[in-house]
């Protein structure tokens, strides 16, 4: 019997450094791959560095990929501020510039200069200035012997002091968020644009062919996408919408 237990134990402890060994997917934060996964990442055929994706001093992947609407991502594909998303994504503008007589949704839109583009009133992108890690200021206080709600409120007031401080620029924001099952935080400035316009969509036939259950499948073939454009103000810095931004 007791044979049979050690066998046993040995089983599992196989069994679960077999799952552990494999269980390299997820979503990681960009300041950590260099540390965490770079080495990996490579090993598996990566060509560019862990900077090449998230540098906060130089231009890196990061400075291409935003927050689109704050439901979405997007890419930015061109050094005139055109940005590239899912269809789904771009959806609710091109259904609300569509009219009878434009049908967009129905038959697509492709504007042929900057002046056809259309203005979306509320959209905006955002992209990730850097990430800061502040846990140790983020729990400064939280001891073991603290209620749940004492420790929220404690790292509560330390969350606003780290926003209040940050070093940032006037037009850019901050955002601290806990990660690890709260163990761990990290600050994100970030810069929001709001003068987006539309640039192009195919019809929905192309565009939402497949829906939800290709939008899991690969390869796919498919025209699931939008474009769109970024414009700024004369300083290239966030703006409200101007018939002249840039």
Do not use: P, W
């Given at each position: 019997m007791k044979n049979f237990k050690k066998h046993l134990l040995f089983f599992f402890i196989s069994f679960l450094t077999s799952i552990i060994s494999f269980a390299n997917e997820g979503m990681w934060l960009p300041l950590l791959l260099e540390k965490l996964?770079?080495?990996?990442?490579?090993?598996?055929?990566?060509?560019?560095?862990?900077?090449?994706?998230?540098?906060?001093?130089?231009?890196?992947?990061?400075?291409?990929?935003?927050?689109?609407?704050?439901?979405?991502?997007?890419?930015?594909?061109?050094?005139?501020?055109?940005?590239?998303?899912?269809?789904?994504?771009?959806?609710?503008?091109?259904?609300?510039?569509?009219?009878?007589d434009h049908n967009y949704i129905r038959d697509g839109f492709w504007s042929k200069d900057n002046g056809e583009e259309i203005p979306c009133?509320?959209?905006?992108?955002?992209?990730?200035?850097?990430i800061d890690d502040v846990s140790r200021q983020a729990l400064a206080g939280v001891t073991a012997s603290m209620s749940e709600s004492e420790r929220q409120s404690m790292i509560d007031k330390n969350?606003?002091?780290?926003?209040?401080?940050?070093?940032?620029?006037?037009?850019?924001?901050?955002?601290?968020?806990?990660f690890f099952e709260g163990n761990q935080y990290?600050?994100?400035?970030?810069?929001?644009?709001?003068?987006?316009?539309?640039?192009?969509?195919p019809p929905s036939a192309i565009g939402n062919f497949g829906k939800d259950t290709d939008n899991w499948m690969w390869p796919r073939h498919t025209g699931d996408f939008s474009m769109f454009r970024i414009y700024a103000g004369k300083d290239n810095r966030p703006a409200e919408y101007a018939a002249d931004n840039i």
């Open positions: 996964n770079e080495k990996e990442m490579k090993s598996l055929g990566m060509k560019i560095s862990a900077k090449d994706i998230y540098n906060i001093n130089g231009g890196s992947l990061k400075d291409a990929i935003v927050s689109f609407g704050g439901f979405c991502t997007g890419e930015v594909i061109s050094s005139k501020g055109l940005v590239l998303t899912n269809h789904h994504c771009g959806f609710d503008e091109i259904q609300n510039h569509s009219t009878l009133d509320g959209l905006f992108v955002t992209f990730i200035v850097r969350i606003a002091e780290l926003r209040k401080n940050a070093k940032k620029e006037s037009y850019q924001d901050s955002f601290v968020r806990g990290y600050l994100f400035v970030t810069e929001t644009y709001r003068d987006i316009r539309l640039v192009g969509a």
